[in-house]
């Protein structure tokens, strides 16, 4: 089970992260409380998309998620999906989608 990135950004080119699918996929399920906020909506077998209000909130989750890490690679993963909330909520019409298994 893994979660891929992918930033869409209307008359843009799209970026993409795969990188940390497997471990982005852990982290989001076992430091974020179900139901509660943002990343909690996130479903690792379906793809979600975020809009940039999505996406504003969803990285101040991560932020708070940064401490709670319990391995280096859920860090570089959830520093890996703050880089992408942060260029999908300072970016009008753009989309964040997360792409599950």
Do not use: N
Request: hydrophobic share 40%; glycine share 6%.
């Amino acid at each position: 089970m893994g979660i891929e990135l992918e930033l869409r950004i209307p008359q843009s080119t799209t970026r993409r992260s795969h990188r940390h699918g497997d471990s982005l996929a852990l982290a989001l399920e076992t430091l974020v409380p179900a139901g509660q906020g943002r990343l909690s909506r996130i479903d690792p077998y379906r793809d979600t998309r975020f809009t940039e209000q999505d996406a504003q909130a969803a990285l101040r989750e991560v932020t708070a998620l940064a401490d709670k890490c319990t391995s280096p690679f859920q860090e570089a993963a959830l520093l890996d999906l703050a880089e992408f909330l942060e260029a999908c909520a300072r970016t009008p019409g753009s989309s964040l989608w997360f792409l599950g298994d």
